[in-house]
């Protein structure tokens, strides 16, 4: 399946860009998350550490164990920091 | 009914709270709270603030609905910016109207604790020196456990 | 440092609100309270406010002492009319400015709670059919309770 | 001693005056009360029900045992309602 994958913040810095249409059989937000580590350096540094990104599926914040049936848009982000 | 503005552009929080409470009927009772750039450090430039288009509308407008669900609520109000925002501009605003003013208040402070943790924003300090994101604070994320 | 005005005239909440935001510095965090008059009966036409003057400016003050003593606040404001004041108009207004939101919302809150019980004011509602004068309200004496 | 008598919204009404200036002995509010109540029948009326009326002793609010000495102006009122 074809995800649009968002990055914001100092996960966009770190990545290098903000948007990517992705190809992909990941079954969870952590399959796919394994997947892009697996591509680059810069992804697997971004991704290093967990605790620190929360993520978006189809603009529902949501955890990493979330499935990607029917999902067109994951995000990742650092923890918000709006108000 | 709650009005939600996500927007670059400076706005007159007296003004806004003006045409809000001219807009209620019957409503002893108005709250607003604005935020402003704080330059904590000294040597702050501005504020670069950035947001995710599509879920930050989304998650406000879902905690509007949940403020008017929970409180005696006539109406809500939420304004936040994006974008470079310079020392002692505001930020975003909120503003509540009720019968009563207990839950005017109420209503208020959870949409604040809210959007403080839950709306896609992202603050970055812009200093002579640079720029670094400004990290979330566990007291923010705790504030959340009280509602 | 806090501020505080009772008035007969009319006020322009925003217009207060505005210039209390810009004489801050180094403050994020501004809430305001508008007391508006309500009519919940459906035939008021007026509220009458009597106070005491002289005692009216010791108690609010010592009560913005107190707000400013238990807080971290940067300022606060009390507007707070007498005499006649039509539907739909403003009674009063708070405003307080601190570094952080919790602050400013609960020292807010407080001075509320204590205008609502410890300043001398008394309010009349009028009628067609007449005039009364509002009891005061167990629910208001409770709140002070929880300061 | 003189005191400077103050009446506020009801009990001023029923009173029928705002402020009255008194020749008294009192040692206290209350024992001023019921000098008050002594004189005349509007007078008692107002203070039948001490468990509404608040009092102020140079304006500070206070209680009904609270001394008259050095005191120079005393408000009789209900419950306030301001805000």
């Known amino acids: 399946m074809k995800l ?22 990941a079954e969870t937000v952590s399959d796919l998350v394994e997947e892009l580590r697996a591509r680059e350096d810069r992804y697997d540094l971004a991704f290093s550490d967990l605790a620190s990104v929360r993520v978006a599926v189809d603009q529902e914040l949501t955890s990493f164990d979330a499935p990607l049936s029917d999902a067109r848009e994951v995000a990742f982000f650092p923890p918000m920091t709006g108000g | 009914m709650p009005k939600l503005r996500v927007q670059t552009e400076e706005f007159d929080a007296g003004g806004e709270l003006n045409l809000f409470t001219q ?19 000294g040597g702050l ?9 599509g879920m930050t509308e989304r998650a406000i407008e879902s905690i509007l609905a949940e403020a008017v ?44 604790d809210y959007l403080k943790s839950r709306a896609p924003f992202w603050k970055k300090e812009v200093t ?17 456990k009280r509602w």
């Open chain 2, 23 to 41: 807009s209620q009927f019957g409503m002893g009772a108005v709250v607003s709270f604005s935020g402003i750039v704080r330059d904590v450090t």
């Open chain 2, 69 to 112: 669900s929970r409180w005696d609520l006539g109406d809500a109000l939420v304004i936040h910016r994006y974008g470079s925002i310079p020392v002692g501009a505001p930020i975003m605003m909120v503003a509540t109207a009720a019968p009563h003013r207990s839950d005017a208040f109420q209503a208020a402070e959870f949409l604040m």
């Open chain 1, 4 to 25: 649009d994958v968002l990055y914001f913040a100092w996960l966009r810095e770190r990545i290098g860009l903000g948007q990517e249409c992705v190809e992909t059989n």
């Open chain 2, 128 to 144: 002579r020196q640079g720029a670094d994101w400004v990290a979330a604070q566990d007291h923010d994320e705790d504030a959340l």
């Open chain 2, 45 to 53: 430039q501005s504020l670069e603030i950035e947001h995710y288009p």
